[in-house]
């Protein structure tokens, strides 16, 4: 299961002595807080105030401690994560690591596809995600003006990251 997932169940260990709180803006969070901080995101600046209530109401908040584990490759995904603050570093390779900020989103592959988490993804500091799960992702996608073309050109660019990566390797494999 997922960190979100354990969040919720309250199977997360958290250091509730710790700077973070679990779950600072989970389902007993104001709405209208909820509304202010989406408010915020540059991918919803277009929304209505009417779009962003339907926003807030599928909208869970989470403050992660630096260094959990939000996603494993492999597994199966079942969230869309948005960052709000902090950064979360995407372990795409052994190799490679991709620092994602606030305004930054992660997850969509698996709510897409259907497929697995097609790479881990740490908390890097301490962060603070907008969680939409896969029931409520439709509902994402119809309200926030221009997220599909968003999601599609962040997934050519992560497309044509792993590309240019795939070419590195085959190279760096003819010479040895
Ligand atoms: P998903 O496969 O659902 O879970 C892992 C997420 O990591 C994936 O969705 C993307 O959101 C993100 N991800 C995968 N590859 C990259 C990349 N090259 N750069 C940034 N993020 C990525």
New binding site residues.
């Given amino acids: 299961m997922e960190l979100i997932g354990r969040m919720m169940d309250g199977s997360f260990d958290y250091d509730r002595g710790g700077r973070l709180e679990p779950v600072s803006g989970g389902p007993g969070a104001r709405q209208e807080d909820k509304i202010e901080r989406l408010r915020e995101v540059p991918l919803f600046e277009e929304c209505s105030t009417k779009q962003l209530r339907s926003l807030a109401k599928i909208t869970d908040v989470f403050d992660v401690p630096a260094g959990a584990l939000i ?1 494993r ?1 492999g597994e199966p ?1 079942d969230e869309f994560f948005l960052i709000s603050d902090g950064s979360a570093r ?1 372990d ?1 390779s052994p190799d ?1 690591h ?1 620092l ?1 900020g606030p305004g930054k ?7 897409l596809d259907g ?7 740490v908390a890097n500091t301490p962060v603070r995600l907008f969680v939409i799960r896969r029931r409520n992702f439709s509902v994402l996608l119809n309200d926030v003006p221009g997220l599909i073309h968003t999601l599609l050109v962040t997934l050519s ?2 497309v044509r ?2 590309e240019e990566r795939a070419e590195r390797l085959a190279a760096g494999a003819t010479r040895t």
Avoid at 115 to 121: D, E, I, Q
Wanted: aromatic content about 8%; proline content about 4%.
């Fill in positions: 996603a490759a995904g995407v795409v490679q991709v994602l989103f992660f997850g969509e592959m698996s709510l497929g697995p988490r097609s790479a881990t993804v660019r992560r990251q792993a």
